[in-house]
């Protein structure tokens, strides 16, 4: 991998997160896209990223409030002591 | 996005009380008459989110729900400061990050994570283990990611350190934009994006550690 071949996926991968949470401005996105189609072995550090990020969500997503704390939490605000 | 009165930059251990403490704003907050049927109708429907991360704040249920309790009791108190038409959710976020922080960071005790290494990071950590993974006749998906459990996923957000893990659920659990995430957090937006680079490097990192301790590609030679 020469100099700037290697220049280039550093640069990529170091936008793959901000590429991820659309905060990249048109033209970088463009750039980072671009670069993606290009290179196999970004794609593929980019689809890591966004599997593990994908893992991370679906695992604490999945949790719920227990169904008591909701009761608990409006009984408590009608307490008279409160507002 | 002004969630809030701007609260100071440095110094969280006052930081949700200065919602109360700031001046009146010209334009009115929830009128009092209505904070019931609005906390009840609008504030409740983020408690699923807001207890969600709690947990992975606290790291267990029963502090999750005291946490809850105390952030719902001041998103009560400070909803005549609450601009309907605003971003409702990220100003319950903040509240329960600033109640998050005064009730459990005691001072001084962020943990340093300056000596986290970076100097592996050029290319991530993904192509050090797809080439691994690659001589071993597998792929990194079957080999770390397929065999995770919901345990091993929560175990390594919950070993980040506290800025750091909910920089990330703020971003990957809840959506928020980074402005969202730098208002919530007290925190400029480039110091969330370094939080987030780092926090999701280090969660990688458990992640890979936990695979390798388990046994990835048939143990370390």
Redesign the interface.
Same mark, same amino acid.
């Given at each position: 991998m020469d100099a700037d071949a290697k220049a280039r996926c550093v640069e990529t991968v170091k936008l793959l997160g901000e590429f991820l949470d659309r905060e990249l401005t048109s033209c970088e996105v463009q750039t980072v896209q671009g670069h993606l189609d290009r290179c196999p072995p970004c794609l593929k550090v980019y689809r890591f990223e966004e599997r593990v990020r994908r893992l991370v969500r679906v695992t604490c997503v999945g949790e719920c409030a227990p169904s008591d704390l909701r009761d608990q939490i409006l009984a408590r605000l009608k307490r008279p002591s409160i507002s | 996005m002004q969630v809030v009165t701007v609260v100071p930059r440095q110094g969280y251990s006052q930081s949700a009380m200065t919602l109360s403490e700031s001046p009146r704003q010209p334009r009115a907050g929830v009128p009092?008459e209505e904070?019931?049927s609005f906390? %009840?109708r609008e504030v409740?429907q983020h408690?699923?989110a807001?207890?969600?991360?709690a947990?992975?704040m606290t790291r267990n249920?029963q502090d999750a729900?005291d946490l809850? *309790?105390e952030t719902?009791?001041r998103a009560?108190?400070f909803l005549d400061r609450f601009e309907p038409g605003t971003n409702l959710r990220a100003w319950l976020f903040k509240i329960l990050t600033n109640t998050y922080i005064n009730r459990y960071r005691k001072a001084s005790s962020e943990p340093r994570v300056d000596s986290l290494d970076d100097s592996d990071g050029?290319?991530?950590l993904?192509?050090y283990l797809?080439s691994e993974a690659a001589s071993r006749g597998g792929s990194?998906?079957a080999q770390v990611?397929d065999r995770?459990a %919901?345990q091993d996923?929560?175990t390594a957000?919950e070993a980040l350190p506290p800025q750091y893990r909910i920089t990330?659920?703020l971003?990957?659990?809840e959506g928020f934009?980074?402005n969202d995430i730098a208002e919530i957090t007290n925190v400029k937006k480039g110091t969330v994006?370094s939080r987030?680079?780092r926090g999701?490097r280090l969660? *990688?990192k458990a992640?890979i550690d936990q695979a390798k301790s388990a046994g990835f590609a048939g143990g370390k030679q």
């Open positions: - | 009092s904070r019931e906390f %009840e409740m408690l699923d807001l207890y969600r991360t947990l992975r249920p729900e809850i *309790q719902m009791l009560f108190r050029d290319l991530s993904y192509r797809d990194v998906e990611l995770f %919901e996923i929560k957000i990330v659920l971003a990957d659990v934009s980074y994006m987030l680079f999701r969660l *990688q992640l």
